[in-house]
C-alpha cells in the first residue's frame, strides 16, 4: 500500500477533524491528489482534489467552504481539514492519485485515480 489514510474519528455536530495521507512511499514525484469517501450505500465520491502543479483545487459543493484540502509535496503528505461537520459527511474517506493528466471535468473524479489508500472512517453525531 503506498498510500496511508489517517485522522478519522467520531466528532459531535459542528466538529472539526484533520485527515492526513501520507504518500512517502509513491514513486512518483508529480501527481494529482484528492479525498475521495463512500457513505454505505452510496457510491464513492469525490470530496476535494488538488491538482500535481498545485495550482488547482477542487471542492464538491457538499463541503465547499467548510473544508481545506493542502499538501506538503516535501514530505509527499496531503491533508483534509473538514470543519463544521455535519451528519451527512460521515463515510470511509480515501486518499487517492494520479500521475497522468486529468481531463479538466474529471478532476475529481474517483474512476481515475488509479493508487488508492484505506480508508479512514469519519463519523458525525447530531
Known amino acids: 500500500v503506498q498510500l496511508q489514510a489517517s485522522g478519522g474519528g467520531l466528532v459531535q455536530l459542528g466538529g472539526s477533524l484533520r485527515l492526513s495521507c501520507d504518500a512517502s512511499?509513491?514513486?512518483?514525484?508529480?501527481?494529482?491528489i484528492g479525498w475521495f469517501r463512500q457513505a454505505p450505500g452510496k457510491e464513492r465520491e469525490g470530496v476535494s482534489c488538488?491538482?500535481?502543479?498545485?495550482?488547482?483545487?477542487y471542492y464538491s459543493d457538499s463541503v465547499r467552504g467548510r473544508f481545506t484540502i493542502s499538501r506538503d509535496d516535501a514530505k509527499k503528505a496531503a491533508s483534509l481539514q473538514m470543519n463544521s461537520l455535519k451528519p451527512e459527511d460521515t463515510a470511509v474517506y480515501f486518499c487517492?492519485?494520479?500521475?497522468?493528466?486529468?481531463?479538466?471535468?474529471?478532476?475529481?473524479?474517483?474512476?481515475?485515480?488509479?493508487?488508492w489508500g484505506q480508508g479512514t472512517q469519519v463519523t458525525v453525531s447530531s
Open positions: 487517492a492519485t494520479r500521475t497522468n493528466r486529468v481531463i479538466y471535468g474529471r478532476r475529481c473524479d474517483p474512476t481515475v485515480y488509479d493508487n
Open positions: 512511499r509513491l514513486n512518483s514525484d508529480y501527481y494529482h
Open positions: 488538488v491538482s500535481r502543479n498545485n495550482r488547482e483545487q
